[in-house]
T-cell receptor, first 112, second 112 residues
Framework: EDQVTQSPEALRLQEGESSSLNCSYT??????LFWYRQDPGKGPEFLFT???AGEEKEKERLKATLTKKESFLHITAPKPEDSATYLCAVYIYGGATNKLIFGTGTLLAVQP | NAGVTQTPKFQVLKTGQSMTLQCAQDMNHEYMSWYRQDPGMGLRLIHYSVGAGITDQGEVPNGYNVSRSTTEDFPLRLLSAAPSQTSVYFCASRSTGSDTQYFGPGTRLTVL
């Protein structure tokens, strides 16, 4: 069964304290992996797409990496405005159309 | 561009009532989809459409209907609301030339 697991469920950091979020997956036919940010009461906001093991993408304080079994979202020197839920989703080949399978997210709180 | 818009933002229904959640996009995207987001679960696909006049079921389609008469609009109909349909509903769209889906702001639905 295709599965996406994110850890930790929640993470509290001090401003400037770097850390990483994990997204592990067991799927057949991986086409790509997405990271989204979701603020309370809002829709998911696209951050990155990764397609192959070893690929890295960066945006401001965020860097996403991908291996054959998992992806990491590294947050360097976070600020309070980085507080949000970060969602991981794997995009798999699904016959007539490809499927997007979401993890349950990591709730990140960055304290000043 | 407004992107993906959804109305209403909040809705309360009684069991057995019907209603339509509206979704529109102004990006000329061919692919549109509806997801529901429940606590402790990842976003789950309800229905999707690959173009005007074409719709198909996702992972959790029971109790919902969709139609796609134009490229821009993709309404979701609840035929007879049940408490199990209490959730946050997100509409998303993407171009067929891209893997990235863009999400609307969501509709929070409560069924009493």
């Amino acid at each position: 069964e295709d599965q996406v697991t994110q850890s930790p469920e929640a993470l509290r950091l001090q401003e400037g304290e770097s850390s990483s979020l994990n997204c592990s997956y067991t799927v057949s036919g991986l086409r790509g992996l997405f990271w989204y940010r979701q603020d309370p009461g809002k829709g998911p906001e696209f951050l990155f797409t990764l397609y192959s093991a070893g690929e890295e993408k960066e945006k401001e304080r965020l860097k996403a990496t991908l291996t054959k079994k998992e992806s990491f979202l590294h947050i360097t020197a976070p600020k309070p405005e980085d507080s949000a839920t970060y969602l991981c989703a794997v995009y798999i080949y699904g016959g007539a159309t490809n499927k997007l399978i979401f993890g349950t997210g990591t709730l990140l709180a960055v304290q000043p | 561009n407004a992107g993906v818009t959804q109305t209403p933002k909040f809705q309360v229904l009684k069991t057995g009532q019907s209603m339509t959640l509206q979704c529109a996009q102004d990006m000329n995207h061919e692919y549109m989809s509806w997801y529901r987001q429940d606590p402790g679960m990842g976003l789950r696909l309800i229905h999707y459409s690959v173009g005007a006049g074409i719709t198909d079921q996702g992972e959790v389609p029971n109790g919902y209907n969709v139609s796609r008469s134009t490229t821009e609009d993709f309404p979701l109909r609840l035929l007879s609301a049940a408490p199990s349909q209490t959730s946050v509903y997100f509409c998303a769209s993407r171009s067929t030339g891209s893997d990235t889906q863009y999400f609307g702001p969501g509709t929070r639905l409560t069924v009493l």
